[in-house]
């Protein structure tokens, strides 16, 4: 992308610890709800938390192995991905890194096997897959569909795989307190498609925004950053959601920046380049403000009142 400074190439960057919050905060939500329902084990928790950071990790790693070995990635755009373009690190490191992530990931699963059953192998066979094939073997994101598989993957799947590890059962709860925070985690993707939309345009991949016109794009980037509010505003009316979680409504003026952001993307290289950043601060802080309401309202509170 012209006018926006390359990062440095290295291991920080192909690992985007920064992008850790599409782990962490699905893993916060059921957790806290787990919590409320008496289900909790910190020992538990801690390992699906870790779990979850080794899955996202090992998605930043595959996904940048995928764009190289298929070209999209070269050195005429390589000012978010430079790693391998330049030859800082080597493609089959890379890879071998990504798959001992999810090697990892696995064998804390046998301790999730052995605590609640074989029914979790379900949240971690398409916890892999999501991770694993955005941009090799099933490929998404070249498919279009990565937006809805990070949606169900991350967004709804990790929260209710991370309840069902401590609790041992399904939560409708969960399910519904996850949606707001599962349509941020899919904005992320959407910007970084919306970023990157000429030249994923002129490398033939086709994301899901590439099929769009860069308007009609931008619209439903804007819309899955703002969706979430309603949503939560509902659940709270409805009682689903403790009133403790309008914490979240703090993040409106996140919201706010974000959108006067969008409105010089097309023609501001620097503006283009925070349509993601400005996602991840959003879904930070919406989804660590949420599940703080939620901890206060029903756990903290009634140990004090």
Request: aromatic share 12%.
């Amino acid at each position: 992308m012209s006018g926006v400074k390359p990062v440095k190439a290295g291991w920080w960057n192909a690992f985007r610890p920064w992008t850790l919050h599409g782990a962490v905060v699905p893993v916060l939500i059921g957790g806290a709800v787990a919590y409320r329902d008496g289900g909790f084990d910190l020992l538990m928790f801690i390992l699906v938390m870790i779990g979850g950071c080794l899955l996202q990790s090992a998605a930043n790693l595959l996904n940048t192995y995928g764009d190289y070995a298929k070209g999209t990635d070269t050195v005429e755009n390589e000012t978010r991905s430079p790693e391998l373009v330049t030859g800082v690190l080597k493609p089959k490191h890379v890879f071998l890194m990504g798959a001992a992530c999810i090697l990892v990931t696995c064998l804390i699963g046998l301790v999730f096997i052995w605590r609640c059953g074989w029914g979790i192998m379900v949240y971690g066979i398409l916890g892999i897959i999501g991770a694993g094939m955005y941009t090799i073997g099933l490929s998404f994101k070249y498919h279009g569909t990565g937006q809805f598989v990070v949606f169900l993957m991350m967004g709804i799947l990790m929260p209710m795989g991370t309840y069902y590890v401590l609790t041992g059962q399904h939560s409708l709860d969960v399910l519904l307190l996850s949606i707001p925070n599962a349509f941020m985690i899919t904005a992320v993707l959407c910007g970084n498609e919306m970023r990157d939309y000429e030249e994923d345009r002129k490398a033939g991949v086709g994301t899901l925004c590439g099929h769009m016109s860069y308007g009609n794009g931008m619209r439903l980037y804007l819309f899955e950053n703002t969706v979430a509010f309603p949503i939560l505003l509902i659940l709270i009316i409805s009682g689903i959601a403790p009133l403790g979680c309008a914490l979240a409504f703090i993040t409106l003026y996140d919201l706010h920046k974000l959108y006067v952001n969008s409105r010089r993307a097309s023609e501001d290289p620097h503006a283009g380049f925070m349509l993601v950043p400005l996602c991840f601060k959003l879904n930070w802080h919406f989804g660590v403000l949420l599940t703080a309401g939620f901890v206060i309202q029903t756990i903290i509170l009634p140990m004090v009142i």
